[in-house]
Structures are given as C-alpha cells and as structure tokens.
C-alpha cells in the first residue's frame, strides 16, 4: 500500500506480543486489557493515517473473551469496534493440508481447523461483513483492488 502512496500504518497484534512474551494466560484471563491494548495502538493512528492495517481486529477480543466474561463485554466490544470504519478481510489458506508455523502461536493446526470454524459461526452470528481472499501472491493486490480500485495493475508472475 505504500509502494502505491497510500498513508498507511500497520497496528501490530498486541496478542502476539504476549504469545512472543510467553503471558498466553492473558489471553484467557485478560481480555479486557488486551482490548484496551489493541483499542490503543488503533486509537493513536486516527487522523495520522487513512489507512491502519491489523490482523487482530478489535472483535477477535469478544471471540477469545472466556465464556464467564461479564455480561457487557461483547456489547463492549461491538461499540468500540464501531468507533472505526471497519473493511474486514478473511484471509484464507488450507489449513488441512498446506504448510503451518508453529512459531508465535497458541493454536496447533487442528487447534487452528477448530477455531477457523467458531470464528465462521461467530462473525455470522454477529452479522460481522467480510470480504473472503485466498492467500496467495496476489492477496495485497486483491486487498488494494477493494480499497481502491484501479490503482495497481495485477502483477503476472512467471510459471513455475
């Protein structure tokens, strides 16, 4: 995106931090925090950039939320969510089959199988729009074409 002059800033997953810091019980016991935390690092880009690219959108904070959360979190969540103006990417690969790391996750790759079906079932249940892309070589030009079209021809990559 900014190779094509768009203002853009990456809003680095605060989950992973603690995954690299090994605090993974924050991800159970903390969420709160770690939606403050994300919220933040969003919060601060606002009016800076026209663009702030995460792959840990505030929702993920009210899907890992523990089932005890109290009872106002995800309505929490939702509101804070939508104090910005959300374009939803699913980005998909084959989990079953395809290459997985290890490194910096939680989940193992049936870990992962799970969960990429919850995450199916609570983003309909919480009628949360997204655009579904394959990853692949050209998943950051299919990002931009949605955000804006026309700017980036296609690049055509030699067979292989």
Same mark, same amino acid.
């Given at each position: ?12 997953e ?43 959108p ?20 939702? @509101? =804070? ?14 989990? /079953?089959?395809?290459? !997985?790391? *290890? ?25 949360v ?6 990853? @692949? =070589? ?14 980036? /021809?296609?690049?055509? !990559?030699? *067979?292989?």
């Open positions: 995106m900014k190779s094509y002059g768009l203002s853009v800033e990456e809003v680095s605060y989950a992973k931090y603690l995954v690299l810091r090994r605090c993974e019980w924050q991800l159970k016991e903390e969420q709160l925090y770690l939606l403050a935390q994300q919220h933040h690092k969003q919060l601060i880009l606002r009016g800076r950039y026209e663009y702030a690219v995460t792959d840990s505030l929702a993920l904070c009210d899907f890992y939320a523990p089932p005890e959360k109290f009872p106002s979190f995800s309505a929490l969540v939702s @509101d =804070l969510a939508e104090t910005f103006e959300n374009i939803n990417f699913y980005l998909t690969r084959d989990l /079953k089959n395809g290459p !997985f790391e *290890d490194t910096g996750r939680v989940h193992s790759r049936e870990d992962s199988l799970r969960v990429d079906a919850q995450m199916r079932q609570y983003l309909a249940d919480c009628n729009q997204y655009i579904e892309l394959p990853i @692949d =070589l050209l998943t950051p030009w299919r990002i931009l074409e949605h955000l804006k079209p026309g700017l980036a /021809k296609f690049p055509t !990559f030699p *067979d292989t």
